[in-house]
């Protein structure tokens, strides 16, 4: 709804453009001294102007429902920007919170001084600025959020893929290195790429090196007893190895067993399936 | 009425499965499978399964079954060329199908197949 005081905050912005500009960048620096390194004055100034100008637009169009009005989607787009900048670089939530709250503090002080000896302009000024800035900080917190959420579904997607490597180490044998905590989806994964790879190479043998996996309880073993079934009905045979001495002690506290064969390194691992695939391995020194 | 045909090698009956098995197909081919056993004294089956795409918990156990049946015949029974999808289906399943011998290929499980028959 269209509010007749408005018009006076549009002029006091107008006349004071300069001035609010300066106070705000002079508070939000002050907000953002650990992190001096990583702005340039360029970057603020060209922020603060072009959200200045958008605000000073969007209030024009006397539409003041932040959240769902189309005139408030240019200014949004520009914090969403500056806000996924700087949450990527690494700063706090109070950090990118400080871009509106400093704005909102330089404004209502101009405001203040101009209008000071009219409590009724003030009233309803302050009520519809209120629930915009309340608006504002809210869609900053949510940007904020929001992008550290892709970086972390970006990570985690590039874990998944970057964890699943299965390795060659000989004709028929194959190894697959875990990392990490089996759940499972990458369960899933490791069991795909594994039998995939047995079908490509014809490997009679694959060895599961559990050294990377930082705890076997019953259902990381379960996990591990599926991909070991599930090789076993491609008519592959699976060793374990890269078992540590307090993993042993758990899984046998737990009353967990592979039913395969289990070996405490690769290496061990690797000479058991050399002789069921059927090479030997001799030394000439005779060490 | 479609059947699956079961071919005599030497010693061993190969079976060859090519096309989707539906319940009564492999309901049939269990009981022929039991009577070409006693008929010809095989030592050993193989079957093929690679054309397999799509396994049910029903012809995952009819595989244990037959494997069961054909070793108290006294034949070995090898499956082989199980797609990943479908072992990974009846892992899921709960099926790991114990005690029964798997290979990748036909080769492959011709020659566990005659590993097996000399340990007889």
């Known amino acids: ?287 | 009425m479609e059947r699956i045909p079961i071919l005599k090698m030497g010693d061993y009956l190969l079976v060859s499965i090519q096309i989707d098995m539906h319940d009564k197909l492999a309901m049939d081919l269990k009981n022929d499978l039991a009577e070409k056993i006693s008929k010809t004294s095989a030592k050993g089956v193989l079957i093929d399964i690679s054309a397999l795409e799509v396994v049910d918990s029903f012809i995952g156990r009819m595989l244990g079954s037959m494997s069961e049946i054909s070793k108290v015949l006294g034949a070995e029974t090898v499956i082989v060329g199980m797609q990943p999808a479908v072992a990974i289906t009846l892992v899921e399943l709960g099926l790991s199908l114990k005690g029964i011998h798997t290979a990748l290929n036909v080769e492959k499980g011709i020659k566990l197949l005659d590993e097996l028959v000399k340990l007889q």
């Open chain 1, 1 to 287: 709804m269209p509010d007749k005081h408005i018009k006076t905050v549009l002029e006091i912005i107008k006349k004071n453009k300069n001035d609010i500009l300066n106070v705000w960048k002079n508070n939000l620096w002050k907000k953002l001294e650990y992190q001096r390194d990583l702005l340039s004055d360029n970057e603020i100034e060209k922020y603060a102007e072009d959200f200045l100008n958008l605000f000073n637009a969007a209030i024009k169009s006397e539409d003041y429902d932040f959240m769902s009005s189309e005139e408030w989607d240019a200014l949004k787009d520009t914090v969403t920007q500056l806000i996924h900048r700087w949450s990527s670089q690494g700063f706090t939530i109070r950090e990118t919170g400080s871009f509106v709250t400093t704005f909102k503090d330089a404004l209502y002080n101009k405001i203040k001084e101009n209008i000071e000896k009219n409590p009724d302009v003030i009233l309803s000024v302050f009520s519809i600025l209120d629930r915009l800035f309340t608006d504002l900080a809210i869609f900053s917190v949510e940007a904020h959020v929001q992008s550290r959420d892709e970086i972390i579904s970006r990570q985690q997607k590039e874990i998944l893929e970057l964890s699943t490597p299965v390795i060659t180490l000989w004709k028929g044998i194959l190894a697959i290195p875990l990392i990490g905590t089996l759940d499972s989806e990458r369960t899933q994964m490791v069991m795909e790429a594994l039998l995939q790879k047995i079908v490509e190479t014809g490997s009679d043998m694959a060895i599961i090196d559990i050294t990377g996996v930082p705890a076997v309880d019953t259902e990381v073993a379960q996990h591990i007893i599926k991909t070991i079934n599930a090789a076993r009905l491609m008519g592959a045979d699976c060793i374990i190895s890269g078992i540590r001495p307090q993993i042993a002690q758990t899984m046998v506290a737990l009353g967990v067993s592979f039913d395969v064969t289990t070996k405490a390194t690769l290496a061990d691992a690797f000479s058991v399936a050399l002789k069921r695939v059927g090479f030997q391995i001799t030394n000439e020194n005779h060490e």
